[in-house]
């Protein structure tokens, strides 16, 4: 393929999700939105009028050293690139136990129930 050429097959990158960064919007969000707990994930959520998902995190270093906690900041916000095309939510993610038994297939089944929970899917 020559330089410069896009495959047919992949499409354009799709943007990343907005983060969630003043401690006001945290505790707005904790106080005001809904919660979601499974096996591997504990949400709290609400809808925004953005039109895009914002991202937040709360994993406590008890859960596991950085690069485990790092990993679950980046898969959950690749699943929500990925699967969260047209949701406006705001989000906070954090694990259910250690960091330790989550895999990527846990994580993405967790998620993706989370998602139909809000009428996605």
């Given at each position: 393929?020559?330089?410069?050429?896009?495959?047919?097959?992949?499409?354009?990158?799709?943007?990343?999700?907005?983060?969630?960064?003043?401690?006001?919007?945290?505790?707005?969000?904790?106080?005001?939105?809904?919660r979601?707990?499974?096996?591997?994930?504990?949400?709290?959520?609400?809808?925004?009028?953005?039109?895009?998902?914002?991202?937040?995190?709360?994993?406590?270093?008890?859960?596991?050293?950085?690069?485990?906690?790092?990993?679950?900041?980046?898969?959950?916000?690749?699943?929500?690139?990925?699967?969260?095309?047209?949701?406006?939510?705001?989000?906070?993610?954090?694990?259910?136990?250690?960091?330790?038994?989550?895999?990527?297939?846990?994580?993405?089944?967790?998620?993706?129930?989370f998602?139909?929970?809000l009428?996605?899917?």
């Amino acid at each position: 393929m020559p330089e410069g050429a896009r495959d047919e097959r992949s499409s354009y990158p799709r943007k990343a999700p907005k983060s969630l960064k003043r401690s006001s919007l945290y505790r707005e969000i904790y106080r005001t939105g809904r919660r979601y707990r499974g096996s591997a994930i504990k949400a709290v959520y609400r809808s925004n009028t953005l039109g895009s998902i914002r991202l937040g995190f709360s994993v406590s270093r008890k859960t596991g050293n950085a690069v485990k906690r790092n990993r679950f900041r980046r898969r959950i916000k690749t699943m929500a690139r990925e699967e969260g095309a047209g949701l406006s939510v705001d989000m906070i993610h954090s694990p259910v136990n250690g960091l330790e038994s989550a895999t990527w297939k846990k994580l993405r089944d967790e998620f993706l129930s989370f998602l139909e929970l809000l009428g996605r899917n």
